[in-house]
Each structure stands twice: as C-alpha cells, then as structure tokens.
C-alpha cells in the first residue's frame, strides 16, 4: 500500500511571497489533515477534511493561508503572502477511521 | 492552550533496559490516545494506541499506559533497542482530530 506523498520535500522562500504544498492521500481514506509542525513542538492541526468538505479549520490562519480538496483525494495547501514565522514542516495525513497515517512533510524555510 | 504535554524533551537510555515516556493531558474528554515515532526528515509513523475505556494495550516491547484520574499516559519499552532512538509524539483525541505533545527525544545508548 503506498503511505502519504507530499511534494515539495524542501521549499525556500523570501517574506511575502507564495508557496503551495501538495498532497496525495492513501487511496480510500476519506479524512485527510494538515499540521504545522515548528521545530521542536508537536504537530498544530491546521485543517482538517472529511472527504472534500471542512470539518476544522478554527487554527487556519485564513488571512494567508487556504486549503482545498477538490474531489475529495488530492489537497493543496497555500501560504500567501509568507512570513517568517511560517518556518515549519507542513505535514499531510489521512485515516479512515481513527489513527492517523502521516506523509514526510515540507519543509518550508521563509527568510 | 496546550492540552497534551511532554514535560521531557529528552531521555537517555542504555540498550537492553526500559524506557519509559510520559505524557499529561488537561481535556477528560478525550478518548482515543495514540503513540508516534518519528525520525528525521520522516513523518511521525503511528506506534501504539488505547482507547479510553482500558487502562493498558500492548503491542511486543511496547505498552501504553493510561490513568485517566491523572490524565497520564506513558510508554513503556523493554527492552530498549538503538533503533529506537526517534523523537516520541504523544497524541489525544476525540471526533478524529488529534492534539499532539511538543515530543521526547529518545536516545538509546548501546
């Protein structure tokens, strides 16, 4: 069974520019999440879908940051413009119920 | 507002003996807790869970622990080995959305 692809691996930015993260699910699981993961804290959710609709997004910076899952497989998540304190690995999961199986994560660098 | 919390950013330990990880929680409303493993450059990998409703689950060298009047939960493994070494995230949840400890690194000494 293929895991969670994320792409990119690595990003690097300036302030203010914009960025795109791109994820793909393991096939069949409905739930798909977004975390930012700044070093040395744990995983902050920052949106959550159920199939291709929102079920969390309250931690979602939604003045610069926006999410879609269109069709419910495949979501992007967008930073636009970036700050510096958008410095973090942005990790893609997906369950199908309970439990979360976790992709390798962007790691995105604003400077 | 952190609702899980992993008071030890580190621990080290020599192979052959326990490791033990700890982990608090504020919210009694939750009711699935789970343990991940992550490596650098990796995602967290999914390690052991327990629901609610037990008070151990075990998994090998692995088990979890939960004392929910404490709202504690802990992993053991025994016997430690150096590929553990990893940084531990311990998560809660309820309605399938899940808060995370800041992690403890573990260190496996051989």
């Known amino acids: 069974e293929a895991g969670v692809a994320q792409s990119p691996r690595y990003k690097i930015i300036e302030k203010r520019q914009s960025v795109a993260f791109w994820c793909n699910p393991i096939s069949g699981h409905a739930t798909l999440y977004w975390y930012q993961q700044i070093l040395g804290q744990g995983p902050k959710l920052l949106i959550q879908?159920?199939?291709?609709?929102?079920?969390?997004d309250s931690q979602l910076p939604k003045d610069r940051f926006s999410a879609e899952r269109l069709k419910g497989v495949d979501s992007t998540l967008k930073i636009q413009p970036a700050k510096l304190e958008d410095s973090a690995v942005y990790l893609c999961?997906?369950?199908?119920?309970?439990?979360?199986?976790f992709g390798p994560g962007t790691r995105l660098t604003v400077t | 507002d952190q609702q899980v919390k992993q008071n030890s950013p580190s621990l080290s330990v020599q192979e052959g003996r326990i490791s033990i990880l700890n982990c608090d929680y504020t919210n009694s409303m939750f009711d699935y807790f789970l343990w991940y493993k992550k490596y650098p450059a990796e995602g967290p990998t999914f390690l052991i869970s327990?629901?609610?409703?037990?008070d151990k689950n075990e998994d090998g060298r692995f088990t979890v622990f939960l004392n929910k009047s404490a709202k504690h939960l802990s992993l053991h493994i025994v016997p430690s080995q150096p590929g553990d070494s990893a940084v531990y995230f311990c998560?809660?949840?309820?309605?399938?959305?899940?808060?995370f400890g800041s992690g403890t690194k573990l260190n496996v000494k051989p």
């Open positions: 879908f159920q199939n291709n609709g929102v079920v969390d």
């Open positions: 999961a997906s369950s199908p119920s309970g439990g979360q199986y």
């Open positions: 998560a809660a949840s309820r309605f399938n959305k899940f808060y």
């Open positions: 327990i629901s609610s409703i037990k």
